[in-house]
């Protein structure tokens, strides 16, 4: 008994849309039914959209974001506060910081986090080019939004001493409570930090 | 300060990618993103995969499986049972069935079930070609595998009736404890049917 029931091209499809991050072969599946159930509302204009995707996207060669102009948009945005550069390990958290408007700057992806264990070394992230944007006379501070783990403060603490003798303020996140956050399910580290870093109501 | 932090042709990617069946608007940015990164060996491939299944995917004039080639490679294949038709509500069950290798049958897909509530009828549904298919003198059974739901019960039923004088034998799924299930968190129509069911040991 046959175990492709469908043709090899739509088998193909299902095996290319499992690799998604989110979808696991059994989503993928009913992804690749429903694109072929609205093929012309749905399939055709992502096949086009992923073409142009292809063609137009680049990375942008200022911050190493995502964008279909180089310098991207948020490099060339005038707008926004010069003086600030904000470090992120990933394009996905510029975008996250950006959807939360949480600061009106320009940005730095390093494309990772220095990982001993995983091979990851300072050569193997955008550092050189942060550390020579750093040195741009309008810069005037450094914000390192990288993540609270181990790898995210090993590659806080790295920038920061190569910084050492520019003339820029590094400042990383705060830690606390998260908003919305409750007391009973957070862990001891963070409830220490966030009675440590306390603010006057 | 601007919401789309990307060019607008990654925001129709992301839009067009949320629309996808187990993909939210958080999951399918992520999804963007990874497909950004792996351009060459992801976005590409499902570029030209979508593509081609636009092109070459076909609904099977015979059972109304999807598939590249019509009649689709169930319809087609002789080694299975021509006298058994398993009726289906959409092409989805059919894959399930012959995963899991179930019956080595030819099928028949409804395109839904009867209800009245949705304003589904029966001329909205693959009915009229199923009872023509079950008039063919090779046809002796069909196999109702409808969803055990109101809607799915009584479009088995107004088939099931519209057979009643037809030469072929109408059967349904079996009801019972799922292999793996567990007595307690099973309903009590589900045990009564296990229980009236039972089987030799």
Known sequence: MPTAVAGPEIER?????????????????????????????????????????????EICKTCGNIDTQN??????????????IVVVADVADLWALERAHAVNARYHVLGGTLSPLDGVGPQDLAIDALISRAHEPQVKELILALNATVDGQTTAHYITELLHEANVKVTRLAHGVPVGGELDYLDEGTLSAAIKQRTLF
Not at 75 to 84: L, P, V, W
């Open 13 to 57: 499809l299902i095996q290319l849309l499992a690799r998604l991050p989110g979808l696991g072969p059994r989503s993928a599946r009913r992804a690749a039914l429903h694109l072929i159930k609205k093929r012309e509302l749905l399939m055709a204009p992502l096949a086009s959209a992923l073409q142009t995707a292809m063609e137009k996207i």
């Open 71 to 84: 310098p991207c948009t948020v490099c060339t945005d005038a707008r926004r506060d010069q003086s600030i």
